[in-house]
Every structure is written in structure tokens, then in C-alpha cells.
């Protein structure tokens, strides 16, 4: 079973067409999205027109909900919305979806004739606006595998990608992942990023043997998405953020 997950994505259309590209050529099992489809850039419709379209369930990001919070402004005041432009430009329709994503996945898989229970979250089983770090305290992150009852816990939101092995009161090892950002990458590598996990059941392998996890980085267009950002009515900050990756 080869599960793709993404997240993070933050409207650049040129990035997340290069990843719906790479993924379609590996053929996954089955494609999630841990949420932060809009903000940051100019291309939230398009973006998750296509989410919609290939029907990949996703969950809500902090950024997704922000949306349904805003004033409304006026056309002629859309230009003068700084930072918060990204959010006024998501079409009605596209606010309605995001506003109904549900705040987590839980899947149930069988491997060697043991549960084994997968949590998907956007930044923690506790809120969409807390961070999953890789030197998060040991104890606490078992607090919040216990919380999900998760097994694998999978996380987007801080734009930084690391798999953790961590050792579960269970006796059985718990793995923390998370997921990195395919549309605006903060780990200083302005390439996309996401995560392929592949779960092996055999029972001759171990657990640790039969969970493999992937990091697939990939190259897009970052200077012609950056330039759509310094034409728009968005800070050229935003740009510069996308060509360094920080």
C-alpha cells in the first residue's frame, strides 16, 4: 500500500502542478491532503478547483479556515487588502467547501495481523495552529499519539519535514512524520515536498521494517511563481520567501 500525502500547498498553482505531475507518475494507492490550500499567493480557485476534481480528501488547514472569518470587502477595496487579499479572492463556492473539510483522518490498516492506526491532522491532534516539531518533547508527543490513538501521526502546518521514531508505553514504535510543504517550503530548499509512506504486510519484517517513509522533493517553475506573486496586489515578500525557502 503506497499512501501519498501533501499539504501546505498555499495556492502556488506552478508548484502543485509539478507535484500532481510527479505524483500521477508513481501511482499512488491513495493521495490525502493534510489542509492549507489558499493564502500566500494568487492562485487559491485554481488550486482547489483541482483538489475537488480529483476528489482527494482533505482536511482543514488554519489558513483554509481564515477565510469564512474575513469582512467581505467590495471589488474596488480588493487591492488594498495587503496580505489578506490571498483569502478575499476564494470564489464563494470554493469558501463553502473549505469551511465544511473536517479537522482530521483516521485510517485503520492490518499489518501483520495487527492494527495499525494512522492519524491525519494539520498541525496537531489538538488544533490546527499548533506545530508538530521534530524536538518536540518526547513525552508530550506520546500524549498526543495517546490523545488520536495513533500509531503514525502525520502532520503539515510548520513547512519543515522529518520522520521521528519515537518509543510508545505500547512496547510498539511510534512514528511521527511530518509531511513538509508542497507549495511554500521553509526548510531553507525552495523545492516542493511531499511524503510517500509504503506499509508492507509481512510478517517476517519488523515494525519498523514494514513502514517505509519517503520524502519526495521536486523542482517547479519558482521564479515564474514568484513574479505572479510581485504582480499581484500581495507583498513582495511573499516572493522572496518562495525563492530562498525560508
Known sequence: MKIALFSDIHANLPAFEAFLKDLD?????????????????????EVIAEIRRRGIATIAGNHDLKVSNLTPVTPEKLATTGKNYAYHIVEQGHREYLSSLPAHIRLEYRLGGEQLNMVLVHGTPRSNDEYLLADLDEQYVNT???????????????????????????????????????????????????????????????????????????????????????????PDEFADRLRGGY
Do not use: W
Not at 492549507?36 to 499567493?41: A, E, I, S
Not at 512524520?177 to 516542493?192: A, C, Q, R, V, Y
Open 25 to 45: 507518475s508513481r501511482q499512488p494507492d491513495a493521495v490525502y491532503c493534510l489542509g492549507d490550500l489558499v493564502g500566500y499567493h494568487i492562485y487559491p480557485n
Open 144 to 234: 498526543l499519539m495517546d490523545e488520536a490513538g495513533a500509531d503514525i501521526l502525520c502532520a503539515g502546518h510548520s513547512h519543515k519535514p522529518f520522520h521521528r521514531v519515537i518509543a510508545r508505553q505500547n512496547g510498539k514504535p511510534g512514528h511521527v512524520i511530518n509531511i513538509g510543504s508542497t507549495g511554500k517550503p521553509k526548510d531553507n530548499n525552495p523545492m516542493g515536498c511531499y511524503v510517500m509512506i509504503t506499509l508492507t504486510d509481512k510478517s517476517e519484517l519488523s515494525d519498523i521494517e514494514s513502514i517505509k517513509v519517503e520524502f519526495i522533493r521536486f523542482e517547479y517553475d519558482v521564479e515564474a511563481s514568484a513574479k505572479a506573486i510581485e504582480n499581484s496586489p500581495l
